[in-house]
């Protein structure tokens, strides 16, 4: 069993930076493909970012795309989300998953473990 723990939220101006991180225990951490979602109140969930076990393969989602990285050390069970220019559309709950295959994946019901989130805030 998987564990995940987010970390790095909080709130910050737009136009601000901040990094996200993702630490996983109990399982082959390598062997994970791994995803960031976020959830905005009164909204579903949705996509922002997937990496590849190997850390090659990446994908986001438009309205992210040359503001955020993604990016994992699998030396340290870790991925990171950092997040640039951040926007007040950016605010939301932040989740980390992780997939057991080999391949990255856009689909929330294609991942097996879920943390428990982090908040981000950015305001006006």
């Known amino acids: 069993q998987v564990q995940l723990v987010e970390s790095g939220g909080g709130l910050v101006q737009a136009g601000g930076s901040l990094r996200l991180s993702c630490l996983a225990s109990?399982?082959?951490?390598?062997?994970?493909?791994m995803g960031w979602y976020r959830q905005a109140p009164g909204k579903e969930r949705e996509f922002v970012a997937t990496i590849s076990r190997s850390g090659v393969t990446l994908d986001y989602r438009d309205s992210v795309k040359g503001r955020f990285t993604m990016s994992r050390d699998n030396a340290k069970n870790t991925v990171y989300l950092q997040m640039n220019s951040l926007k007040p559309e950016d605010t939301a709950v932040y989740y980390c998953a992780a997939r057991r295959f080999l391949t990255t994946s856009t689909t929330a019901g294609q991942y097996d473990y879920w943390g428990q989130g982090t908040q981000v805030t950015v305001s006006s």
């Open positions: 109990g399982g082959a951490f390598s062997t994970y493909a």
